[in-house]
């Protein structure tokens, strides 16, 4: 526990003050930046910044030339406030006057001190990557002697420290509760978005920037004789493009034919934000034996309280059909959903209109239960009959031996 202080003590609202060092640690380590406040010639600055807690101490990174920096300099050190507010909520009351926020802050004060030690500052500098990644320092290039030498660490140490919070419900005045007017509290909460690869990466999204996901919503990598599917990535655009660039591969897709590799990366986008939406899992497909990305496929209409799923959102270059690539890639989502994940029910829908598709369903051992009349829009913007095709768990182990022997190499008689 850290002790009060003159400068840690709160004049109003102690009911919401702690000194408790496991607290500000986790406020300190949640929160992404902090800002940082100091005078210069007399003058109050404030600084923006990422931060890092090793232990009992923050350190800050910077430029060597800036303002803060230099003023650590001296043997004396800066004088500091540096200032970290997690934002929980809004909270409405029935007056203007009892409108607030709930929120975790934490507030230290102290000397600090610019980093000269080389280890202790590259460890600063690691420490600081981990943070927005565990395992990202290992997968980025370390800093340079003179990349290093242009960039300055500050060290606070963690003596004179307090935290702030407020939770809880709505504070009104006893008359006001009979006021028309709603009341309550609006959480907020930061949330990351899909990756967004810069332009030229072919790497595939590390595992340390996805967030933690049920099985069921996880594109694990999957491989037979003919298919290797993996996690869809924006990485993939320009080779799925050149795969499937072919008006018949889209003629009966919802979404309208790329006319550039930008647009594929539209759609895989989406593909994506539904992934992080928890709604669908899509996988690239790409032949095993030559490596090259050749389509997509997906589950989606993800459910796993009543163990279903969904397969589709599948478009194969017109040069891998009748390969056994996509029979295979079925296969293998088959295999993942009632053998891996425990479906009860997997699920296919295809436009009314699309017979070699119904075709390609039935012979996977899918049955068809109706059609749904006007189910979706076509992007020419008529509205399509959908055929619901399913298949059981019970109904698996026929169709699964079924498919296994159609992708059997045929022997010519004789032989």
Known sequence: MYQPTQQTTANRGRNRMSYQRDTAHAILDEAYHCTLAFTVDGEPRLLPTLHVRVDDTVYLHGSTGGRPLLAARGPDGLPVCLGVTLLDGLVYGRSQFHHSANYRSV????????????????????????????????????????????????ALPLREVSVRARTGPVIDEAEDYALPHWAGVLPLRQVAGPPEPDAGVTAPVPDYLLPPRSPWLTAAPMAGAHVRLEPLDLAHADELYAATDDAEVWRDLTSPRPAHPDDLRVIIAEALRSQHAGTRVPWVQRDARTGRVVGSTSYYEVDEARRT?????????????????????????????????????????????????????????????????R?????????RDTVLYAMIADEWPKAQLTLRNSLRPTVPPGR
């Open 375 to 383: 189910h979706r829009q076509r992007p020419d913007g008529s509205w």
């Open 309 to 373: 799923v969904a397969i589709g959102h599948t478009f194969l270059g017109p040069a891998s059909w009748r390969t056994g690539i996509n029979t295979e890639a079925k296969l293998l989502l088959l295999g993942r959903a009632f053998d891996v994940l425990g479906a009860e029910r997997v699920v296919w829908h295809t436009d009314l209109r699309n017979e070699r598709s119904q075709r390609a369903i039935e012979r996977l051992g899918a049955r068809r239960e109706g059609v749904l009349r």
């Open 107 to 154: 507030v230290a004060h102290g000397t600090a001190h610019l980093v000269t030690e080389a280890a202790e500052k590259l460890a600063a500098m690691t420490a600081l990557v981990e943070k927005v990644g565990r395992g990202r320092a290992a997968d980025s290039r370390p800093p340079t002697r003179r990349e290093l030498a242009e960039t300055a660490v500050l």
